[in-house]
Structures are given as C-alpha cells and as structure tokens.
C-alpha cells in the first residue's frame, strides 16, 4: 500500500495558481511531519515547505516564501500546498513525504534524508 499519494498538478500560466494535496495512509500517521519537495528535470530533489503534526510550526524555503501555503485537514488525513503567484521556475515534479521526527528549528526538515515515506510525485508546468 503506497502510504502517501499525491494530487493537484498541472499546467498552469505564470502567475496563477495551484492547490496541491497529498493523502495520507497506512504507515504514515497523523502525527508525523508532513513536508512537500521538488524536483527539476537534471537538479537535485529541493525542500519547498514543511508543517508539524500538530499544525502550529510551518518552515517553507526563501523561493517559496510568502506564494506557498502549507496546511494540514487531520479529519481526511491530508497535507496541502496553496500554490499563488506560479513562477515558470515552479515547474517541477513535486512530492509529498512524511517524518515521524519532531518539527523543531533545528531540526533537519530540508534534508530528504529526514523524511521515511514519499509518495509518486505530481507534475506542474508553469507556462510563462
């Protein structure tokens, strides 16, 4: 059973807007860290955002800061991604994944390393 699956991708032109979201299920707990990556055709896997089980701690990455949103509905189990002001360098396949860490500033949040389950990704292009 794949633990994490997510949704909301596509094509979109600059400056608009996406919602993504990531379901939640199986190993993966509603206590752990939730957090969303990238990745870009010929880069390395790159944090976008992170949010702690309980909701009240966020960290997102300075390319992201004060577009994105990161939030969490515990009643369905899931973990979105508000996605505003869509710049063509947003294009990337973007996963989900969970930790079961504690979300603290010193905590290796950016790290893929930190995290135990991924999900299969989801594509969004941005059109300039």
């Known amino acids: 059973q794949v633990p994490l699956v997510e949704s909301g991708g596509g094509l979109m032109q600059a400056g608009g807007s996406l919602r993504l979201s990531c379901a939640a299920s199986?190993?993966?707990?509603?206590?752990?860290?939730m957090g969303w990556f990238r990745q870009a055709p010929g880069k390395e896997r790159e944090f976008v955002a992170v949010?702690?089980?309980?909701?009240?701690?966020?960290y997102y990455s300075n390319s992201v800061q004060g577009r994105f949103t990161i939030s969490r509905e515990y009643a369905m189990n899931t973990v979105g991604l508000q996605m505003n002001t869509l710049k063509p360098e947003d294009t990337a396949v973007y996963y989900c994944a969970a930790s079961p860490r504690s979300l603290y500033m010193g905590s290796n949040y950016a790290d893929p390393d930190w995290y135990d389950y991924w999900g299969q990704g989801t594509q969004v292009t941005v059109a300039s």
């Open positions: 949010i702690s089980w309980t909701g009240r701690i966020t």
């Open positions: 199986g190993s993966t707990a509603s206590s752990d860290a």
